[in-house]
């Protein structure tokens, strides 16, 4: 599957079930360390990692095959996100709130 065509697809899938998983948006970004794709889930909640992880396990049963690894951004080194946000691409956002607010906080930004 090509880079594109994985972008559509994800992107596609989250603008359907993104608000029953509570994502607030996926980043994808290429592995420095492998060939797989990776897309990061930013969650609106909070929850305990168990939860999250659960949440992901059932995101990626409706995922085609592709080769991808998904990740909570809450357990990911700052500097990885840093990459991600540089480097990758944002497939989807649905709470942009959250999202300003975590570029501000990694990126020592600001709007106010």
Do not use: C, W
């Not at 509570?22 to 930013?42: D, Q, V």
């Not at 080194?77 to 990694?106: A, Q, W």
């Amino acid at each position: 599957m090509r880079l594109r065509a994985i972008e559509l697809s994800l992107a596609s899938l989250l603008r359907e079930y993104a608000q029953t998983f509570g994502i607030a948006y996926a980043i994808l970004s290429k592995s420095p360390l492998s060939r797989n794709l990776i897309l990061i889930l930013r969650f609106v909640e909070s929850d305990r990692f168990g939860d999250r992880l659960s949440l992901i396990l059932d995101f990626v049963t409706l995922l085609p095959p592709m080769p991808i690894d998904v990740y909570d951004f809450d357990t990911l080194p700052r500097e990885f996100l840093m990459y991600s946000l540089r480097h990758g691409k944002v497939v989807y956002v649905g709470n942009y709130e959250t999202y300003i607010r975590d570029l501000e906080r990694l990126f020592g930004t600001s709007s106010s």
